[in-house]
């Protein structure tokens, strides 16, 4: 079974940064594709960020220019560099690593992020 396991979250003022990364121990990391989702109270979760296996990007536009993915495969860690947070990026935060043909995917268990003034 593979595992995905996030850290770094936190409390935040407006305007501040955190770094969240999301780390195996699984020997395939290299092959997963990596995306950063969030969840806030009452919403639906939203995919923010992803990374592909040779390192292609994508962003909610929401967090553009403001967010940025990124993946070390000899850590097997996935990060997400938050910059400039806002009120609205409050959320828990979770990591998705998926591969494979049928399509597999492995969620984190998620890592609390609060921007707050």
């Known amino acids: 079974q593979v595992q995905f396991v996030e850290s770094g979250g936190g409390l935040v003022q407006p305007g501040g940064s955190l770094r969240l990364s999301c780390a195996t121990s699984?020997?395939?990391?290299?092959?997963?594709?990596m995306g950063w989702y969030r969840q806030a109270p009452g919403k639906q979760r939203e995919l923010v960020a992803s990374?592909?296996?040779?390192?292609?990007?994508n962003y909610a536009d929401s967090v553009k220019g403001r967010f940025t993915i990124s993946r070390d495969n000899a850590k097997k860690t996935t990060y997400l560099q938050m910059n400039n947070l806002k009120l609205e990026d409050t959320a828990v935060y979770y990591c998705?690593?998926?591969?494979?043909?049928?399509?597999?995917?492995?969620w984190g268990q998620g890592t609390q992020v609060t921007v707050s003034s």
């Open positions: 998705n690593g998926g591969r494979g043909s049928p399509w597999r995917d492995y």
């Open positions: 699984g020997s395939l990391f290299s092959f997963y594709v």
């Open positions: 990374i592909t296996t040779d390192g292609s990007t």
